[in-house]
């Protein structure tokens, strides 16, 4: 079922590299065009309070207009021990109002992070449209000090960059802001800084042992963060780097680098903001593939093997579920299909297997206000289970590439996009080890019919049918292309699809189940 690739730079620019050939000469160079340039080095403490007086009043201003649009704000803030980072991040939570602003670190997460596959945490602490998050060192924390620590291949170092870049992209394509902050010190600066810190009593727990084992190793470190900052640089996600050996010029360049960036964000400038079409990509292609076609919809089972076959699958499954729990293994089932096809049907065979501790169900219908103030994605982010629970998507982010693009409630641009959007996100998903299946039920448009009849002449089931089921029937052609296009572009060996010939009900639901437990008996 491997099918063809859409185009991965649609809705893209290319991205400038950034000049760090290593971070104490771009510093240097850095401090002479700004810091010395506006003069924030070397003021008496009165024209520095009122430097920062007029910078605040204007950060605020900026705060004010961002509310009004639509772009969420991220300011990461990293660098290295001893620059200054937590005092940064106190001050920013000072001059802006902390009403519409939260701060998070990682580094004592609650089992609910750690139980989940990894980018879950930084996802959940998504700030809203015309909000703004700190993240104290956000998703460079883990290669940083991970590879300072265990000295890992550059290969693995690389592959983690990618990632984050990866996520950068899709977030930033959607509109958000990501205004990333290196605080350097060099090695002399930073141990004069520690020393500064353990001569003072009402600092010394500043100055931890940690830190002077990092100091230890600042050329290493230094290393990895050239390389951190090299490939994670981009014009609409870069890099500022703060020199931090002189406390009040920091803090002046943050405040008013920072300034700037929230005016253009509340903008919608071009400097922070990805165009919407992007006039040099390749056109999107539809697929060839007919996925559906294939589907034999003449497979059927009598009452007596559907009794049979059923009580068997059932009895398996419920023994594999346990089995992935004690291990620890996560279970992600989405469930598509056309109106009528029968995936409640489906999931009610399926969870009468399941211990109802193990398992949620989602049934999945428009955004809410509140969702529709974050990514599409953010809300199914949200909603993964735990290590060794099952999450069943009654309908799901796939509702991107299908009703948003036949509706219109996503921009072309948006709805091409979302394919290798969602490829990322359930390569995360399924890289922790967590079982993904996909499920589209296929039926006859003329079985689609007779079932759409059978409910509104059976008063317990006339509520399942709806004005728009009649509606999006008659969008059939429409909507096969687009499942068609779905199944080509995001299938994949961890990640796969399997349609079930949904004709016959009873042959639906057990197919489903034994689908299901094969993948879960080469999982545990």
């Not at 993240?135 to 924390?141: D, Q, R, S, V």
């Not at 992935?324 to 992600?332: F, G, H, L, P, Q």
């Not at 982010?397 to 921009?411: C, H, N, S």
């Amino acid at each position: 079922m491997k099918g063809d690739s859409p185009t991965r730079t649609n809705g893209r620019t290319p991205e400038a590299p950034c000049v760090l050939t290593d971070v104490d000469s771009h510093v240097s160079k850095f401090s002479a065009s700004l810091a010395t340039k506006e003069n924030y080095e070397g003021l008496s403490e009165k024209k520095y309070e009122k430097k920062l007086n007029k910078l605040r009043a204007e950060l605020m201003k900026a705060q004010l207009a961002l509310q009004q649009a639509t772009s969420p704000v991220v300011i990461i803030i990293a660098g290295v021990v001893g620059a200054g980072k937590g005092e940064a991040i106190a001050l920013l939570n000072e001059w802006l109002d902390a009403r519409n602003l939260s701060t998070h670190s990682f580094w004592n997460l609650p089992n609910e992070a750690l139980r989940r596959p990894h980018f879950w945490r930084y996802w959940t602490a998504l700030p809203r449209r015309g909000k703004i998050a700190i993240w104290f060192n956000g998703w460079y924390e883990a290669p940083l000090l991970n590879n300072l620590r265990e000295r890992h291949p550059a290969p693995e170092l690389n592959q983690q960059l990618k990632d984050i870049c990866r996520q950068e992209t899709t977030l930033v394509q959607d509109g958000a802001v990501i205004l990333k902050f290196w605080f350097h010190l060099s090695k002399s600066e930073q141990e004069e800084r520690l020393h500064s810190l353990y001569r003072r009593p009402q600092m010394h727990w500043r100055a931890m042992n940690d830190d002077w084992k990092r100091h230890s190793l600042y050329e290493r470190f230094q290393s990895i963060a050239t390389s951190v900052l090299n490939q994670t640089h981009g014009d609409n996600r870069p890099w500022l780097i703060v020199p931090s050996a002189d406390r009040q010029a920091r803090n002046l360049i943050l405040a008013s680098q920072l300034g700037k960036m929230l005016n253009r964000a509340a903008q919608s400038s071009n400097d922070v903001r990805l165009p919407e079409k992007n006039p040099s990509a390749s056109p999107y292609r539809p697929t060839t593939k007919r996925a559906l076609d294939n589907v034999d919809l003449s497979q059927a089972l009598s009452s007596k093997e559907y009794e049979s076959q059923l009580i068997q699958a059932q009895s398996r499954l419920h023994h594999l579920f346990w089995s992935a729990y004690k291990k620890k293994i996560s279970t992600v089932l989405v469930f598509e299909g056309w109106d009528a096809a029968g995936k409640g049907g489906a999931i009610r065979r399926l969870t009468a297997a399941i211990d109802p501790r193990l398992f949620r169900i989602l049934q999945i219908g428009p955004p809410t206000i509140e969702e529709h103030a974050y990514h599409y994605l953010w809300r199914f982010w949200r909603d993964l289970p735990r290590d060794g629970q099952i999450t069943i998507f009654d309908r799901s982010w796939y509702g991107r590439v299908l009703v948003e693009r036949i509706e219109d409630f996503a921009t072309r641009s948006e709805w091409q996009r979302a394919y290798e959007e969602i490829n990322e996100f359930e390569r995360e998903i399924t890289r922790n080890g967590t079982v993904l299946l996909k499920f589209w039920i296929h039926i006859s448009k003329e079985k689609q019919l007779a079932r759409f009849q059978n409910r509104e002449q059976t008063p317990h089931k006339k509520h399942k049918i709806t004005k728009e089921d009649w509606r999006n029937r008659d969008r059939w052609t429409k909507y096969e292309q687009a499942v068609n296009d779905m199944v080509a572009y995001t299938h994949s060996p961890t990640a796969p699809w399997k349609l079930i010939a949904g004709n016959d009900k009873r042959f639906a639901r057990v197919q489903t189940l034994l689908t299901i437990s094969e993948r879960l008996e080469s999982a545990v």
